[in-house]
Every structure is written in C-alpha cells, then in structure tokens.
C-alpha cells in the first residue's frame, strides 16, 4: 500500500487535524496555567521583598547595618539577599558585591544571574534611604525558574507526543479503509471490463462504504437485467426474422428462375434488399457471439505484420476500383497474443468502412486534389502496436463516435450508403474481446481508427 | 444422381432440407437421430452427409467422430443454429468438410453440397491440369493460359481461378468463394468479392474470346462450363 495513497485518504487527513486541533488547545491550557502561576509566584516575591525593604528602611538609619547582619544570620537557607550600599555605591554590608547597573533605586524590581556573592538568580528591589544611602533587598528564584522550565517542557514534549499519537491513529483508521476502497476499486475494474456478473463485497459492518457497495451492486443489477433483455431481444428478434426471410428470399430465387422475364430486375432488387436485412441481422447476431465468447479462447502468438499485408491485399482491388488512393506500411514482424482471423476481420471491417465512406465523398470529383485517401498502418510502439486506418473521407464528429460502436446506431452518414452494415460495431467488439483498444480521432479531414493491440493501463 | 443422408432430428427441417436438395438434383435419404445415422452412414453407399449439430442423445460432433472412426470418408457438411465463432472451428476440426449456420437459403446448401462433393472426388484423383473449355490452369507450374495465350495472374487470383474451375458450371455466392478461398468466415461486404472476380474476369474474357464468366443476379458468380 503507497504511503502517499494512505495520507490522501479523508480518515487520515481527520485525524492529523484532530491531533493538530488538540495539541493547540493542549499548549494553550498549559500555556495558561503557567502564565498564571509564573505571574502569581513573581508577585508574591515582589511583595515580601517590599514589605522587608519597608520593615529595614524604618529602622533607624544607625542600625540598619546592624539589622542586615541578624537577617542573613537568621536566613540559614541562604535564600535572601540584604545588602547597603554607600552613596558612592560601595558595599557596606550584606551579601551583594555590587548594585547591578540595571537596579534602579525606589525603581521596579528586577532578575539577576547568580553573583561571586550569591550563587543563586535572584530578584532585586532597592531603596534609598534618608541617609543617602541604598538598602537592596532580594529572594532566590531558582525554584521559580526551575517551575518555569518543567512547564515549557511539558508543553513541548505533551505537544509533539499528542501531534504523533494523532498522526499514528491517521494511519491506523486510515489503512484498513482504503484496504476494503482497493477491493471496491478492484471489482469496478472488473465490471467495467465486462463481467457484469461482479459484485462489490459488503463488510456487513453498515458503514458508509457498506451504503455505497450496496447502492452500486443494486445499479448493476439493473444493468444487467436490462443488458440481458435487451440481449435476448436482438437475439430473439433476429432469430425469428431469419427463418422467414431466408424462407421468402427463396421463393423469390424460384421466382426469377420460372418467372416472367420481365419481372426479373424487380425481384433482382427485392432480393438484394431482403440479402442486405438478413446480412445486417447477421452481423447483430455476430456482435452478440463475439460478447458472449469466453475470452482467450483462439488465442495465439499472431504477427500483425502479416495479418496487416493480407488485409491490404484484400482490399487494395476495392479501393483501386472506388476510386481511392489506398497504401500501407508494417514495418517489421509485431507479435501479439490474439485471435488471428477475429482481428483480420476487425482490420477489414474499419479499411472496408474506410474505402467505402470515402470513396462516396469523392465519387465524382475529378481534380487531382480531390481524392479520397486510405492509409493502413503498423506502428509498433514498445508494448502497444498500433494498427491505423485513416482516410480523408467525412469523418465523424466527436459526439458520435462512441456511439457508433454500439450496435444499434445508425450515424448521419450511414444513411448515404447502402449496406454500411455494423462494420465498426464488430470491429469495437472483437476489439474489447481482445481487451485492446479501439480509438476513433480526427484525421483532418477524416477519421482515424486505431487499434491499440496492448493491455489498457488502468 | 449423388445420394445424400440426411441426419437431422426436426423433421419439419429435415423436409425441408430433402426437399431442396430434391430440387437441386439429389437423392436425399433421412435418419432422424445420431444412432441410426450412424449405422446408415458405415452400411455405406452415400455421396454425401449433412450433419446436425445438435441431436437428442448423441452430439453431432460425436457422430462425426465415430463416422471417421468407422473409416466412413463420405464428405460432411455440418448444419447448426448455432452461430458460435468457435462452433465452426470445432466442426471443422472434428473432420466437417463445411459448415452451415442455420436459416440458409436452399441454393446455397445445394451449392455448398456440390462444392464438397466436387473437392472430395478430386482429393480421391488429384489433377494437375484443370481445363474449362479453352481455358487451362497448370497446377504444377501454376501458369494459366487460355487459346494459347500466357495470363499472369496474382496468387489470390491464381487460388480463385482455381476454385471456380475446380467449380465450373455451378453457381458460387460471394460467400462460398471469400470462404473457401480466402478462408475468412465473415461478412467480406457487398462488393468486395465483386471486385476480385472482376478483376480476374477481365483478364480471363478478353476480346472477343467466347465469355466464360457469369453474373448470376443476386446469387453469385458461375464459370461457364459449355
């Protein structure tokens, strides 16, 4: 399974966002709390290291060096800083070396790193007294920044381990989806090259994907139904016809041979109006052999380059008589697995169309640069030969040509030229039989079928 | 007059059947199952058979199986309603001499009969001259020549000339010959065929030389044997 099919999928892509959306909130709430107490902690410092200051500054200037020295003796921990400096700033008792230049006096407090005279950050407030002089007084905050590191920690390590629980459920949910999407995908392969029998399997879990499987297995029922009876129409239809027709197309032949002779041309007419019905509910007949055939069957090692010159041998006559340039080219020996004659046939059928439609565009046309024009041609491209039949002839504008390969349509066109027959029609079915493809473009003017003798990539 | 079994279980089919091969200058006899079939086809002294695929108890293509077996060498033409692109094929190869997809109009089973029955007696005595009044085709040297005169013909039109001679005086449809010429089992079109026998027709009735070929309205080709 490709990881890049797994991330596109809509239960992972939930997922990253569930985990992207909880991890934000989870940051903020941390967030939070530690603005909360980290603001909270500083205040309560900066209020004890105020009322001390006050508690100093009242004492008699004196004894203020006096109060400092029992302070740091009670402060067993060590965890207080009481310092006096002179008006020059010089040290004059307590355990501060110097006034760091960003202490202001009567000023805000502020954070220090650990001193040669206190090992530890602390927070700093300074008074000046009435003497002149400058009382500090601080509190280590070791602990306070210590609290602030284990928070910012926590929201960086809780953060990135809920992203990557979330992104590991992503997958998790995500692969067993897409293993049942690949065995939905797998069976529409199937039906859309032609087993209509093929079902999408149904978990029985009653899911969304349960919901569409059976949704689509309830479509193709009906398609097959309706395939089925539409099948057994045309087979029923020309089945019955033929009998009585090749019965009626009989005595007419009787008919010319014992009648009046005057009457010959007319039966002649009527006979080959009866030959063209019975050949078309021929070819209707054929297209249901050719789809019902097991595939494979016939199959043999067959080289496109013969089959090509046969085709072109049979048919070289015709269009030298319709008044068609007609020439071909098969480089060299192409070998693919298929049925020779099925493929002979569907080759002719597209030159035969070819011939036909162009040489009733040009019929009568005597300048030199007005005549029709048939290439048949072998490419063989690595894996996929082509074999290509384009003529200048008419054409056939884009919104008919898928439906001239259906059996029953009948084109603007055809309607010109008698017996067209179902030549493409055939020709697409042998072609799908094959599993190969049949392209119909323009040629400008004209078309150009091609049939590409290769698997179809999916 | 060739005799010709019938083996066919229908019996409206059968009649039919007997009734224009009756009409086309044969002797038809009828068996209505692949048994008794069978046992008239060893008993011998057939021309010809036409074989059902499809008969209750014993499938045709076994009948046609056992017929070889018995050494039975009468040429068989194979009737079925079925149109399967592989049914010929099989039939065929079974040792069928032809095979027809059922409705079909009776001058063509009549034409298809004479047809194998002509290739059967010239496989017993292989030629390797044909003639058609002033016409000769050398089968050794594959030259034809017609009053003397050398016509160069393509190996289609040599393989068609052959067929039509080896044929003459009976009427071949578009059919018959792009099947057994050409040996493609579909539909060729409406001129095609047409093409081909013109082509070959003009260089075979040149001048004022006495017409060979005929165009039998709506049927088919002929090569005129008088």
């Not at chain 1, 990135?160 to 997958?171: F, K, M, N, Q, S």
Request: aromatic share 6%; glycine share 8%.
């Amino acid at each position: 399974m490709q990881i890049r099919a797994l991330l596109r999928t809509a239960t992972f892509r939930l997922s990253a966002l569930y985990a992207l959306i909880f991890a934000l909130a989870l940051v903020s709430l941390l967030g939070l709390v530690y603005l909360r107490s980290a603001v909270y902690l500083t205040q309560r410092v900066d209020g004890i290291l105020a009322t001390e200051a006050s508690a100093l500054s009242a004492s008699p200037p004196s004894e203020v060096e006096q109060r400092i020295e029992e302070a740091l003796t009670l402060d067993g921990k060590k965890n207080n800083v009481f310092a006096l400096f002179s008006r020059s700033g010089e040290v004059l008792a307590g355990n501060l070396a110097a006034i760091p230049p960003e202490l202001r006096a009567d000023g805000p407090s502020v954070e220090i790193g650990p001193t040669a005279a206190f090992a530890a950050p602390a927070r700093l407030i300074a008074r000046r007294l009435a003497s002149g002089e400058v009382l500090v007084v601080g509190r280590d905050v070791d602990q306070l920044q210590e609290m602030r590191g284990i928070i910012a920690s926590a929201l960086i390590w809780s953060g990135g381990a809920v992203i990557l629980a979330g992104l590991a459920c992503g997958v998790a949910f995500s692969v067993s989806p897409l293993r049942r999407l690949r065995v939905l995908q797998d069976a529409c392969a199937e039906i859309a090259a032609g087993d209509l029998t093929r079902r999408l399997p149904i978990s029985g879990r009653r899911d969304e994907l349960d919901m569409f499987a059976a949704t689509v297995n309830y479509t193709m029922g009906e398609v097959e139904r309706l395939m089925g009876e539409v099948k057994g129409a045309t087979e029923t239809i020309a089945h019955d016809l033929r009998t009585p027709l090749t019965r009626a197309r009989a005595q007419l032949h009787r008919l010319q041979q014992s009648g009046v002779p005057e009457q010959a041309p007319e039966i002649a007419r009527v006979t080959a109006e009866l030959d063209e019905v019975l050949e078309r509910f021929r070819a209707l007949m054929r297209i249901t052999e050719l789809e019902s055939r097991e595939r494979q069957a016939g199959f043999v090692r067959t080289d496109l380059a013969d089959l090509v010159a046969g085709v072109a041998e049979l048919y070289a006559p015709l269009a030298e008589e319709s008044g068609v340039a007609f020439d071909w080219t098969a480089p060299r020996a192409v070998r693919v697995d298929a049925d020779p004659k099925l493929m002979f046939e569907a080759v002719s059928n597209l030159v035969d169309n070819a011939i036909k439609f162009t040489g009733a565009k040009f019929a009568g046309a005597n300048a030199s640069d007005q005549q029709g024009r048939v290439t048949l041609r072998l490419t063989a491209a690595p894996g996929r030969p082509r074999i290509e039949v384009e003529d200048n002839g008419p054409g056939i504008p884009p919104p008919e040509r898928s439906a001239v390969l259906q059996r029953f349509y009948r084109g603007e066109r055809d309607r010109m030229i008698l017996g067209s027959g179902l030549g493409l029609s055939i020709a697409s079915a042998i072609v799908r039989l094959h599993r190969f493809e049949l392209e119909l473009a323009d040629a400008g003017p004209g078309l150009k079928a091609a049939i590409v003798c290769g698997p179809a990539p999916y | 007059m060739a005799r010709i079994l019938v083996i066919e279980d229908d019996a409206a089919t059968a009649t039919e059947i007997a009734a224009c091969l009756t009409a086309g200058g044969f002797e038809p006899e009828l068996r209505f199952d692949g048994e008794s079939g069978l046992e008239a086809a060893t008993e011998g002294g057939f021309d010809a058979i036409t074989l059902d695929r499809m008969l209750p108890g014993c499938d045709g293509l076994e009948v046609l199986r056992r017929l070889r077996e018995a050494a039975c060498e009468a040429p068989v033409l194979m009737l079925s309603a079925l149109g399967d692109v592989d049914a010929r094929v099989t039939g065929l190869r079974a040792g069928g001499d032809d095979y027809m997809v059922k409705p079909f109009a009776p001058d063509e089973l009549v034409a298809r009969l004479e047809v194998i029955l002509r290739r059967h007696r010239q496989a017993v005595r292989p030629e390797l001259r044909l003639k058609v009044a002033d016409l000769e085709l050398d089968l050794v040297r594959r030259e034809a020549e017609r009053g003397g005169r050398r016509i160069e013909l393509l190996p289609m039109e040599f393989k068609l000339l052959e067929f039509m001679m080896r044929n003459a005086g009976q009427t071949l449809s578009r059919r018959i010959i792009f099947e057994q010429v050409w040996e493609y089992y579909f539909d060729p079109g409406t001129n095609l065929i047409d093409v081909h026998v013109g082509r070959l027709r003009r260089k075979i009735d040149v001048g004022d030389a006495k017409a060979l070929f005929r165009t039998e309205r709506g049927v088919g080709y002929l090569l005129n044997a008088d």
